[in-house]
T-cell receptor, first 112, second 116 residues
Framework: LAKTTQPISMDSYEGQEVNITCSHNNIATNDYITWYQQFPSQGPRFIIQ???TKVTNEVASLFIPADRKSSTLSLPRVSLSDTAVYYCLVGDPFGGNTPLVFGKGTRLSVIA | EAGVTQSPTHLIKTRGQQATLRCSPISGHTSVYWYQQALGLGLQFLLWYDEGEERNRGNFPPRFSGRQFPNYSSELNVNALELEDSALYLC???????????????FGEGSRLTVL
């Protein structure tokens, strides 16, 4: 199982760009990197997914270096509503034989 | 389209009792995951079902069990409840490899189990 390491918590002011890095040194060939956001007492929801290089959607960007041993989630101009826990999940999202195991996540607090 | 639904929303039990939690995946999703999330902590992988079969289970005692029905809905059973079983139990579903775009997990809102 590809184990992930993320900072436990981060603080940011509104309007700033936030970058959360995840380390996954033993990522496998079939593994993708997927980020989820979770608000209190709710199930996590998908933010973005990538395999290599850079992926961008309407809410975030995901940067993955060539060796794929780490990845960085970038949230542009955060607002108070972005206060949540962010999970980096590494695994084969389309099947495979290993389950999708979440790491401890990063608790982001956005301050006005 | 209906999302992943879980029932009951809340459940209160006493030590030693048994609890049954249910999950209905999104239509067309055949893979179901169960996670346990204790208050303030991360998601701990419990069970993974795919096409009616248990594919893998996390590091939990045998009193945690479940099954997946032919319609792909799933049930989680916890026997001989202990105080530390109090947690939010989350179910997630996803498409099979052949039909998936991102293979993302779609989560339900969870069942909060309180053991007194």
């Amino acid at each position: 199982l590809a184990k992930t390491t993320q900072p436990i918590s981060m603080d940011s002011y509104e309007g700033q760009e936030v970058n959360i890095t995840c380390s996954h040194n033993n990522i496998a060939t079939n593994d993708y990197i997927t980020w989820y956001q979770q608000f209190p007492s709710q199930g996590p929801r998908f933010i973005i997914q990538g395999y290599k290089t850079k992926v961008t959607n309407e809410v975030a960007s995901l940067f993955i270096p060539a060796d794929r041993k780490s990845s960085t989630l970038s949230l542009p101009r955060v607002s108070l509503s972005d206060t949540a826990v962010y999970y980096c999940l590494v695994g084969d999202p389309f099947g495979g034989n290993t389950p999708l195991v979440f790491g401890k996540g990063t608790r982001l607090s956005v301050i006005a | 389209e209906a999302g992943v639904t879980q029932s009951p929303t809340h459940l209160i039990k006493t030590r030693g009792q048994q609890a049954t939690l249910r999950c209905s995946p999104i239509s067309g999703h055949t893979s179901v995951y169960w996670y346990q999330q204790a208050l303030g902590l991360g998601l701990q992988f419990l069970l993974w079902y795919d096409e009616g079969e248990e594919r893998n289970r996390g590091n939990f005692p045998p009193r945690f069990s479940g099954r997946q029905f032919p319609n792909y809905s799933s049930e989680l059973n916890v026997n001989a409840l202990e105080l530390e079983d109090s947690a939010l139990y989350l179910c997630a579903s996803r498409l099979t490899r052949q039909n998936a775009n991102t293979g993302e997990l779609f989560f339900g809102e969870g069942s909060r189990l309180t053991v007194l």
